[in-house]
Antibody
């Protein structure tokens, strides 16, 4: 059974960098796409970025200038860094695995999510 | 960017009803469309991928249809445990946008 678990600070100060890690168990991280998605309180879902096991990445253009996603296959982890945060970045952050059917990708496994609050 | 419009934003239905949620895109996305169910305080759960393929373990009362720009999620014989918010998502071209969500409530 594939499991994903987010970890990181629950509170980040404005203008600082939000850093989260997703630990993957039950399957090899050396395949699939791995992604971050966030959900502000009471709002909808926003895809942030993905990374492929080869290291190739793609980012949501609305966040691209502030986001970095990386992969550590030796630890079966992938990470998110979001710089220059503001209150608008307060959200539950989910990590997820993207599988594919042909060229159609979909998120079939998700972490439970972690709430990150931006506050001084 | 390709715009996504999901409707309705909320609906109220009775147990046993047939419920339909639609997702429309501003340009064709072929069948690059997925549906998720999210219950309060939980992560989203994949229901349908590639517009019409039922994810393993998902009850057969859930079905998806459509291609191009118009897609539908149907819940036949609505059950109390289907109380949730439903999201469509496109994975054709960056960004992998989610719809605005449809909250399903019980009458």
């Amino acid at each position: 059974q594939v499991q994903l678990q987010e970890s990181g600070p629950g509170v980040v100060k404005p203008s600082e960098t939000l850093s989260l890690t997703c630990s993957v168990s039950g399957d090899s991280i050396s395949s699939y796409y791995w992604s971050w998605i966030r959900q502000p309180p009471g709002q909808g879902l926003e895809w942030i970025a993905y990374i492929y096991h080869s290291g190739s990445t793609d980012y949501n253009p609305s966040l691209k200038s502030r986001v970095t996603i990386s992969l550590d296959t030796s630890k079966s982890q992938f990470s998110l860094k979001l710089s220059s945060v503001t209150a608008a970045d307060t959200a539950v952050y989910f990590c997820a695995r993207a599988s594919s059917s042909g060229f159609v990708y979909y998120f079939d496994y998700w972490g439970q999510g972690t709430l990150v609050t931006v506050s001084s | 960017d390709i715009q996504m419009t999901q409707s309705p934003s909320s609906l109220s239905a009775s147990v046993g009803d047939r419920v339909t949620i639609t997702c429309r895109t501003s340009q064709t996305i072929y069948k690059y469309l997925n549906w998720y169910q999210q219950k309060p305080g939980k992560a989203p759960k994949l229901l349908i991928y590639a517009a019409s393929i039922l994810q393993s373990g998902v009850p057969s009362r859930f079905s998806g249809s459509g291609s191009g720009t118009d897609f539908t999620l149907t819940i036949s014989n609505l059950q109390p445990e289907d109380l949730a918010t439903y999201y469509c998502q496109k994975t054709y071209s960056n960004p992998w946008t989610f719809g605005q969500g449809t909250k399903v409530e019980m009458k």
